[in-house]
């Protein structure tokens, strides 16, 4: 019965509503954490897998070499590879393109890959702005990998205890 | 001026309650009928009534005619069965017309009613509120109660008609809802984490 | 001749109102977008000239330059007429507001009941928009604001006439001039509960939240303007924060106090001035923005109660009191 009654008048004094604004209220006057992204960035993971890329060894030569793993293993089969023996008697893909529409950014082609050569890095501004471009072709993606090839060996090394 | 938007106001009225006859479609009937009511209203306040011109547009046009456009959206109105017995009913109707266009006349036209001359204008202190309430409270405060009562009879008697529970419907008590506590929904058991015993 | 003159000078008067409004109504959304977003931590529009403070002529720029589409079987007529209503609505109602002994455009006997029935023209454009558009979502909307502008139209009536009792007359001025005094003559004291019903009703009347089931963005998309576009849509977005401003400026003339100052008798600081009056009704605003940062929206048949079940009857409880405190004489700010 007092029960009721102190329920009934804590609705019609409206104090919990007063309780609610009174947080806002508060919230009003806090340090704003809001990143002024162009400009600030949030800090991303080693491990954050992002934009594709092929990646080459030290001399130059391209790490691929056609085993077709990351196909077999994309679960999106966004992952379409030809390939052919090159003048020097080595296995080389003909044709490595990814449908970045396809692509779920699973990492598994990532994980497959014996040699490395296929990597997601850690760059995602991207965009397309024509119909066809969401496809990366293989001369596209061995350009990713010289374009970030710091940013791969940095978050490999920095990742490199827990592989 | 004056006599220029009274003429302006009479043609809007004449034409939108010519239209609320005339035009076929429901809703638009309706909205001429806004159209009348506050034209009519805007004519009183030429009259110097504004508190009752005021009202006209309070209750007529902001509650009134609200709920009746309300209920010409929602039903579906089928014009061909509503003009079958046109013909039929046609007699009928220009006799009763006639009728009240006779009975108007000679009520409009008996020296109670004739030749009224536009009230003088006031000085800026009158206020016709005052005056209105003045008279209402004193003078015909018998009539007004006794409206006002009939009036409460009459809200009481439309929800009375409306009220009733149909058995079997499920109604939800928001009071009842407010006042759910934790307690009253939420019961914490100790389990163990594991079988004893592995399933078979 | 005479007349001609007369009638230039009205519109000059009007402009003096309008064009500060409409200023006022343009910044309000932006103001509305940075307060929230730091009751939210987050620094809202930042990026249009500087602090974000140009935003509102990006957005009015926007919105100038989108086509303004009309639904192929929407009565076009209707359609294009509804948003007219209703900023004619919201703005036909300031003919009446004092913003300070001098400064007002009609002193008119009935100013309150004249911004009532005005402001209750606005449904219209609202109903009209709903059914016009010939949309089920939006006639939903549209449905949904009738009956609730319908319903608090009434409690807030109620609370209205709680002030006419104590001032003893509808006229917005000496509705304000009855509260001379100080800060406990003001009717906010002797009418706090009226003033707490007056201001929720109004953020009902004005579709806005707690109680914005009429937009519902996540059951009806966005109620009745769900159809409209580009400039047509702007002019509905004008109205509701016109109309916002308007009942701020009412709850201010009748409940604050208007333009006297609250510390009467000091010597600067007591002079009556309109700062008083436009720093009450930006508190009214704070108010509506922080509702919005605050409150879930109400389930529509807890709207329908509160208006009906809970404000009615306090209203008309208050209502005896205050008239008892009248006849009785024991009214202390009628002195």
Not at chain 3, 164 to 173: E, F, I, K, R
Not at chain 3, 215 to 223: D, F, H, K, P, Q
Not at chain 3, 319 to 332: K, M, N
């Amino acid at each position: 019965m007092f029960d009721t009654i102190a329920r009934y008048l804590k609705s019609l004094f409206l104090l919990e509503l007063l309780g609610g604004l009174a947080v806002t209220g508060r919230y009003l006057f806090r340090h704003k954490l809001t990143i002024q992204y162009p400009e600030a960035h949030t800090p991303l993971s080693p491990r954050f897998r992002g934009l594709h890329a092929l990646r080459r060894y030290p001399n130059g030569e391209e790490r691929c070499i056609a085993c077709k793993l990351c196909e077999a293993v994309c679960p999106a089969l966004a992952i379409t590879i030809e390939s052919d023996q090159r003048e020097d008697g080595t296995r080389r893909t003909t044709r490595y393109e990814i449908d970045l529409f396809k692509c779920i950014y699973c990492g598994a082609c990532e994980e497959s890959c014996p040699v490395d050569s296929i990597v997601e890095t850690s760059a995602f501004e991207y965009t397309f702005e024509r119909f066809g471009e969401h496809i990366m072709t293989k001369s596209d993606l061995l350009k990713h990998g010289d374009q970030y090839e710091q940013r791969i060996r940095a978050d490999r090394a920095a990742d490199a205890r827990y592989r | 001026m004056e006599s220029f938007l009274f003429y302006l106001f009479s043609t809007i009225l004449l034409v939108a309650a010519t239209a609320v006859i005339t035009v076929r479609h429901t809703v638009r009937a309706a909205l001429s009928l806004v159209l009348v009511f506050f034209t009519s209203a805007a004519l009183w306040v030429l009259l110097e009534a504004e508190f009752l011109a005021v009202t006209l547009v309070v209750v007529y046009v902001g509650a009134v005619m609200v709920l009746f456009l309300f209920v010409v959206m929602m039903i579906d109105t089928n014009t061909t069965v509503l003009r079958e017995g046109f013909t039929k009913y046609l007699p009928l109707g220009v006799l009763v017309a006639v009728t009240m266009a006779a009975e108007m006349f000679l009520a409009l036209g008996s020296p109670g009613f004739g030749g009224m001359a536009a009230p003088a204008p006031h000085p800026a202190s009158y206020n016709n509120v005052a005056e209105l309430g003045s008279i209402l409270y004193t003078q015909y405060v018998y009539p007004f109660e006794l409206a006002s009562v009939i009036l409460l009879v009459a809200i009481i008697a439309a929800i009375a008609l409306t009220f009733r529970r149909r058995p079997g419907t499920k109604y939800q008590d928001p009071a009842r809802q407010v006042s759910v506590r934790r307690a009253d929904c939420v019961r914490l058991v100790q389990m163990p984490a594991a079988r004893k015993t592995p399933a078979p | 001749m005479s007349n001609l003159i007369l009638v230039i000078w009205t519109i000059i008067k009007i402009m003096m109102v309008m064009v500060p409004l409409l200023l006022s109504v343009a910044w309000l959304p932006y103001a509305e977008r940075k307060i929230i977003g730091y009751m939210q931590i987050r620094i809202g529009p930042n990026r249009v000239g500087p602090r974000g403070w140009l935003q509102p002529i990006a957005d009015a720029m926007k919105l100038m330059f989108k086509e303004i589409t009309v639904p192929a079987s929407a009565n076009k007529v209707l359609f294009l007429l509804s948003p007219v209503l209703c900023i004619a609505a919201a703005l036909g109602a300031w003919a009446v507001i004092p913003f300070s002994d001098a400064l007002v455009l009609s002193n008119c006997n009935v100013g309150l009941l004249y911004v009532l029935a005005i402001s209750s023209m606005g449904v219209y454009g609202i109903i009209i928009a709903g059914w016009a558009s010939n949309s089920k979502y939006s006639f939903l909307g549209s449905m949904r604001s009738t009956a609730q502008m319908v319903a608090y139209e009434i409690s807030m009536g109620f609370a209205l006439v709680g002030v006419v009792v104590g001032a003893g007359s509808l006229n917005l001025g000496s509705i304000v001039h009855a509260q001379q005094g100080g800060l406990f003559h003001w009717f906010w004291f002797p009418m706090l509960p009226l003033l707490v019903i007056y201001f929720i009703s109004a953020v009902a009347e004005t579709n806005r939240a707690p109680f914005d089931v009429t937009e519902g963005e996540s059951e009806i998309v966005a109620g009745f303007h769900l159809e409209y576009s580009g400039m047509s849509f702007a002019v509905f977005f004008l109205a509701e924060y016109a109309n916002m401003i308007l009942v701020s400026m009412l709850a201010s003339l009748l409940f604050l106090g208007g333009w006297l100052s609250p510390f009467e008798g000091v010597p600067i600081l007591g002079e009556p001035s309109i700062f008083w009056l436009l720093l009450k009704v930006s508190f009214f605003l704070l108010l509506y923005l922080w509702f919005r940062a605050t409150f879930p929206r109400y389930r529509y048949d807890q709207i329908m109660r509160l208006g009906w079940k809970v404000f009615i009857p306090i209203t008309i409880a208050w209502l005896l009191l205050i008239g008892a405190l009248v006849v009785t004489g024991w009214a202390w700010w009628n002195v």
